[in-house]
């Protein structure tokens, strides 16, 4: 990828399992840099579109990283690499694979893990998710995860 402006912006990635912070520590980065735009994997309907609605089966049937067809991402960071005269200086990708994903593992310069204990992210999701919900979708969503989702959980740990 040639980058058409003055220099190529640094391409930092953040990962985490859903609920780990990334979304956080992005709004915190932003604050402390200029010049920084932001991708974030849950803007884009990448589950649907390549019929990974149940990312627990995925994970059951192996968690191939290459399903993921995250081609609207890397469109969208190409773009961003050839704008002539773009004063970026960063694209920070709040996205949980890091370099899992070849489609964007190729653009990642830096990668950033968040190593959120399962049990606070738990948390952290339950208040984000749940938060107008009644206790029985907040229990069946508990006993969810219990069941079938940890493991995706520890797979993107």
């Not at 990283?65 to 920070?92: C, F, H, V």
Request: hydrophobic letters at 40%.
């Amino acid at each position: 990828m040639v980058y058409k402006g003055a220099k190529k912006p640094i391409i930092v990635a953040k990962a985490a399992v859903s609920g780990g912070g990334k979304t956080t520590i992005t709004r915190e980065l932003c604050k402390q840099l200029t010049n920084v735009k932001v991708l974030s994997f849950d803007d884009y309907d990448f589950d649907v579109a390549n019929g990974l609605e149940d990312i627990c089966e995925w994970v059951d049937n192996g968690a191939d990283y290459k399903l993921w067809k995250l081609g609207p991402l890397a469109t969208d960071i190409r773009l961003l690499l050839s704008k002539e005269n773009q004063n970026l200086d960063y694209i920070l990708l709040d996205y949980p694979f890091a370099y899992k994903n070849e489609e964007i593992a190729q653009f990642i310069d830096y990668a950033i893990f968040i190593d959120t204990p399962l049990d606070i992210a738990m948390a952290r999701r339950s208040l984000r998710d749940f938060a107008n919900k009644s206790i029985e979708e907040v229990c069946l969503e508990l006993n969810d995860y219990l069941t079938h989702g940890r493991a995706a959980y520890l797979e993107i740990e």
